[in-house]
C-alpha cells in the first residue's frame, strides 16, 4: 500500500490564513460566522482556489458558485473530496473547513503520482442550515434538485437570489430548474469521500484516532406556530375557560414530545432517533415579519408562540413514522389548550442507511496500514456526501460514498469552543489522500 | 341622595380626541402605544389639563410629572380621584383612560355645587410595567418609595431618567428619595376613588353594570434565565449525558409550576392566585443585552432560555408561601437538566386585602339611586389605588380608597380588542361623580 502521510504543520499553514476570515474576534475561540452566500464564505473559496492555483492545479466554479479544484492530468474518470466552508451564526472553525483543508492538502501530495483516475475536490456553497433555512444549499442545486421558490428564502435582509448575485453566483440556473454537474460527469465519478469532525463525543470518549462513517441521518425540520389569545395576566382566571395561552401549551406540547421519544427508546435499544427544539419565540427573520411576536408582556397571557422541531434519523421510515405521531400529538395537545397549531414543513431530507461497503474496507486497512485506531459509526448530523450518495449514475447504481470522521474537543460543534488539532485532521488528511489515491478497488 | 348623571354623549366628546393621540392606526380597533413618560403619554395628560382650565379648575404638575386637576373653591379636606393615561405596547384606550376621563367629567360636572371638601383628579405617570419593567411609576415616586437605582431601568434606548428629563419632570426627586406628595397633603385626602375597566369577564358575563371592588391583587415578578450548552443537534445524543438543553427544562420547568398551582387550586376552591408566562426569549431589551439570545438555531441544541414569571393574589401570605415553593422546583428541576436556573426578582408588590367599607357601601346605594345592577368582586390587576390605600395618614389610618369597575368587552385588555362603550363609562362616571361630591360619610 502507497501511504501518503500529511503533517499537521501543513494543515497549520493554511488555518493560519483560514483563522482570520469570518472570525468574530482576535481569537479563533471567539467564534466563526460565514453565512452561505456571504463576502466571508467566498473570501475562503478564494483562498483555497488561489491555493490550489499555486499548486499547479485547475479551478472552475460552477453556475451555483460551488469551487471545483481539479488535477491537470487528462482522466475520464475521478475521484473526488468535498465539503463546504461555511459556518453556522457563532460557529467554529472545523465543522466543513477541516474536510475542505484535508481535501486540498490531500490532491496537492498525490498530484504528481501516477493514477489511472484524476482527483478532485468540491467546495461546496452554504451546507448549514442556519442561513436560508435550506441545507446544502449548493450541492442541491448543483444536482438540480433545488426549485425557484428556495430562492426567495430570505437571510440578514436579503433573498437567497440576491445573495447568489452578490456572489456571482446564477439563480437562473435554480429557477430554470438545471443541474450544474450534468450525467456525464456524474457518471464518471468512481467515489466521492467527505472528512468532516464527527460533532459527537463518541471518537474523543474511546480515543479513537479515525471513525468510518457506516450511514448518515438525515433530518425533518418544522416550524410549530401556536395561536392563543393575548390577555391581561391578572384579571384573566386560570384555567381554558378563560386563558387561551400559547406558552403554556407549548410546554405541554414540548414535554410531550420528550416523553414520547422516550416511549420510543423504551421499546427499542439504541434506537437511532433524535429531537431538539432549537428555536422558541428567537428566530430574528420570524419576529420581524410576524406583529404577534412583539405584542407579548410580563402582564399578558401569552396569544402567540412558535417552536422550531427538528427529528433525525438514519431511517427514514422511523423517521416518519415517529413524526406522524408526533405532529398529531403537536395538533391535540394545542387543541386542549383551545390554541390553535400551525405545523410548517422547512425540510425533510433522506438518510443514507449504508454508505459504500467498499470504501469503508479500503479505509479500516488504511488506518490500520497507520496505526491510526478507527472504528464505525453512524453520522448524527446530515452532511453534503448524504446528497451525493443518493445520486444515480446511469449504470443505476449511486454514487459510491464514503465519510471519514475525526475526532472534535468534547463533542462539541456549531458553536466558538468547536475545536480539532491539526495533528487530528492531518491523520485524517492522510487516511484521505490514500484512499484518493487508491480510488474505488 | 344628589344623583350626578353623566351622558354617554360627554364621554364621547373627549374619547373623539383621545382616540387620535398614541393610536396605531387610522382606528381605535388598530391599538394604543402610550409608553410611560413618553410624548403620546404628555399629549394625552395635556388634553386633560387643557379641558379642566377650560371648565374653570386649577391644573399643576409634581416634580414627578403626575398631573392634579383640582376645583378651585379653599377647601381645607379633599376627595379625589386618578387613574392613569399610559398603555401597554399594542394596548387599548380604556385601561387607564376611561377612569382619567370619567373623573375630569366628574368634576366638572360637581364643581359649582356645595360641598365641604375638595375635587381633586391624579393623572399618575406610567402604571404599566410594559416600558421599564416598574409598576405605577409616578403613583410609587409621589409617595417617595422609588430610588435611584429605579432610574437606570432602560426601555426603548433610554433610562427612566432621560425619558422623565424629556417630559420636563425631574429624576432628581426620585434621586433623592423625596415624596411629590407631602404628609400634609396625604392626611387631608377624605377618600380617593379609581374607576377603571374590569379587565376580566365577570361583569359583562354576570350582565352587571358596576363592580364595587372588594381588595386588589398585587403581583411579584421575575426573570428566568436557564444557561445550558449549546450543541449540534443531529451528533449530541438524546439525554442529559451528552446534553444540557436549556429548551427542554424551561418546558418541563412550565409544566411544573402550572401543576403545582393546580394542586394549591385542589385544595382551596376559589384560591386566590394566578400565574402567567408572559415572556419567553422574546423580551427586545433582554435579547438586546444578551449575546446568547442569537446563537439559537434550528440545528442547535439550546444553550440559553429565559421567561418571565408573574404571580398575583391579594393575599401576600399565600402569594408568598406558593412562591418559595415555585423558586425550589425551578432551581431543582432546572438542575436535573445539568441546566443552571438564575431567577431575577423584577418587582414585588404588596396587596390591599380590603378596600374602604364605607365607601363600598355608598357606592351600593349609589348604583341602587340609580337602578344600575352591582356585584362586589376583587381586582385581579394591580392599580395604583391600591398604592394609595397603603399610605398611612398622621392619624395612623390608611388613605380609605375604593375602586369601581366598569365591563370591558369579552374581558379583554392590554389588547387593541380592549372596549368599553360610552354608556358603560358614562354609568361608571355617574357613580363616580356622585360619590366624590357625598365625600366619606
Redesign the interface.
Known amino acids: 500500500m502507497q501511504k501518503i502521510t500529511i503533517s499537521a504543520q501543513t494543515i497549520d499553514t493554511h488555518y493560519a490564513v483560514l483563522n482570520r476570515i469570518g472570525g468574530l474576534g482576535d481569537q479563533p475561540q471567539d467564534g466563526f460566522s460565514r453565512a452561505a452566500y456571504s463576502d466571508e464564505e467566498t473570501a475562503a473559496m478564494q483562498y483555497i482556489e488561489q491555493q490550489a492555483m499555486q499548486a499547479g492545479l485547475t479551478t472552475r466554479w460552477d453556475a451555483i458558485g460551488n469551487l471545483c479544484v481539479e488535477t491537470k492530468q487528462d482522466h475520464a474518470d475521478w475521484v473526488e473530496c468535498g465539503s463546504h466552508v461555511d459556518t453556522?451564526?457563532?460557529g467554529g472553525n472545523f465543522?466543513g473547513l477541516a474536510g475542505v483543508v484535508a481535501g486540498l492538502v490531500a490532491i496537492i501530495a498525490c498530484k504528481d503520482l501516477k493514477r489511472a483516475h484524476g482527483l478532485r475536490l468540491r467546495v461546496w456553497r452554504g451546507e448549514?442550515?442556519?442561513s436560508f433555512?435550506i441545507t446544502s444549499i449548493g450541492a442541491y442545486a448543483a444536482f438540480g434538485q433545488l426549485s425557484a421558490s428556495h430562492l426567495e428564502a430570505s437571510y440578514d435582509g436579503q433573498s437567497l437570489a440576491q445573495a447568489m448575485l452578490a456572489q456571482d453566483a446564477q439563480p437562473h440556473t435554480i429557477q430554470a430548474g438545471k443541474a450544474s454537474i450534468n450525467q456525464h460527469e456524474l457518471d464518471h465519478i468512481l467515489a466521492h469521500i467527505e472528512l468532516h469532525i464527527?460533532?459527537?463525543?463518541v471518537l474523543e470518549k474511546e480515543g479513537v484516532d479515525i471513525g468510518i462513517v457506516s450511514g448518515i441521518?438525515a433530518?425533518a425540520?418544522f416550524w410549530v406556530s401556536l395561536e392563543g389569545e393575548?390577555?391581561?395576566?391578572?384579571?384573566?382566571?386560570?384555567g381554558t375557560k378563560?386563558r387561551k395561552?400559547s406558552?403554556?401549551a407549548?410546554?405541554?406540547?414540548?414535554?410531550g414530545l420528550?416523553q414520547l421519544?422516550k416511549e420510543y427508546?423504551s421499546k427499542t435499544p439504541q434506537l437511532d432517533l433524535?429531537?431538539?427544539?432549537?428555536?422558541?419565540?428567537?428566530?430574528?427573520e420570524h419576529?420581524a415579519q410576524k406583529q404577534a411576536?412583539?405584542?407579548?408582556?410580563?402582564?399578558?397571557?401569552?396569544?402567540y408562540?412558535y417552536?422550531?422541531f427538528?427529528v433525525?434519523s438514519c431511517d427514514d421510515q422511523l423517521r416518519q413514522r415517529y413524526l406522524e405521531e408526533a405532529k398529531a400529538f403537536i395538533k391535540k395537545t394545542a387543541a386542549t389548550f383551545v390554541v390553535q397549531a400551525n405545523i410548517q414543513t422547512?425540510s425533510q431530507s433522506t438518510g443514507v442507511p449504508k454508505l459504500d461497503a467498499q470504501l469503508q474496507q479500503q479505509s479500516q486497512h488504511i488506518c490500520d496500514a497507520f496505526g491510526y485506531r478507527h472504528r464505525s459509526l453512524a453520522?448524527?448530523?446530515?452532511h453534503d456526501a448524504a446528497l451525493v450518495a443518493q445520486q444515480q449514475q446511469s449504470r443505476l447504481k449511486n454514487v459510491p460514498v464514503a465519510m471519514i470522521f475525526i475526532p472534535c474537543l468534547k463533542?462539541?460543534?456549531?458553536?466558538p469552543e468547536e475545536f480539532s488539532s491539526s495533528q487530528q485532521i492531518a491523520k485524517g488528511a492522510s487516511v484521505l489522500a490514500t484512499l484518493m489515491q487508491q480510488g474505488h478497488e
Open positions: 453556522v451564526s457563532q465543522d448549514e442550515s442556519a433555512g464527527e460533532q459527537g463525543i441521518r433530518s425540520r393575548f390577555d391581561h395576566s391578572g384579571a384573566t382566571p386560570m378563560y395561552d406558552h403554556l407549548l410546554a405541554y406540547i414540548l414535554v420528550d421519544l427508546q433524535v429531537q431538539t427544539i432549537g428555536h422558541i419565540n428567537n428566530h430574528a419576529n411576536t412583539a405584542q407579548h408582556a410580563i402582564s399578558k397571557v401569552s396569544g408562540a417552536f422550531s427538528e433525525r422547512i453520522s448524527g448530523a446530515w463533542g462539541k460543534s456549531h458553536a
